[in-house]
């Protein structure tokens, strides 16, 4: 089985959603199904099988968060320095349009680019790797050729 790269942070954010679907989530949607059921048929209850899709999704989620962690290789960021690698926060400027972004370097499941969570995996993530602070970068995108510079790298 291959291992799955995680921050500290990321195992952390995902055992507390485990423990909430087992915790809160799945009790709810049993209750929410056994109400449904008490309404008689269930062949035409919407409620009852609005109730089961939900049960699914959240068995289904129970099950991929146990397999993530417990293929999980978590690296202790702090201890790191140097060149980009998994883990680092990095800043950047858009060499066309001036914008700043920032992002930290993470494994595929804690991937959220609406929270600066950048996929280890993504074309600009691949990029970044190796380099260091005041480096340029040329990445190919969906929207074409970006260019940036490194503004800085840091490990928490």
Not at 17 to 32: F, H, M, Y
Not at 109 to 114: I, T, V
Request: net charge negative.
């Amino acid at each position: 089985m291959e291992k799955i790269a995680l921050t500290r942070a990321g195992q952390t954010d995902l055992n507390t959603e485990l423990k909430r679907l087992k915790s809160v989530d799945r009790p709810e949607i049993i209750r929410a199904i056994a109400e449904a059921r008490e309404h008689g048929d269930l062949s035409e209850n919407a409620e009852y099988h609005s109730a089961k899709e939900k049960q699914s999704f959240i068995e289904g989620r129970i099950k991929e968060i146990e397999g993530i962690l417990s293929r999980a290789d978590v690296i202790d960021t702090s201890k790191m320095s140097g060149a980009i690698k998994f883990g680092a926060y990095v800043k950047l400027v858009d060499e066309d349009t001036d914008e700043e972004k920032s992002y930290q370097i993470v494994g595929e499941p804690e991937a959220n680019l609406e929270a600066g969570k950048l996929n280890i995996k993504s074309p600009l993530a691949r990029a970044l790797i190796g380099k260091e602070e005041g480096d340029s970068v040329e990445v190919r995108t969906p929207g074409g050729e970006k260019s940036y510079e490194i503004l800085s790298v840091e490990y928490r």
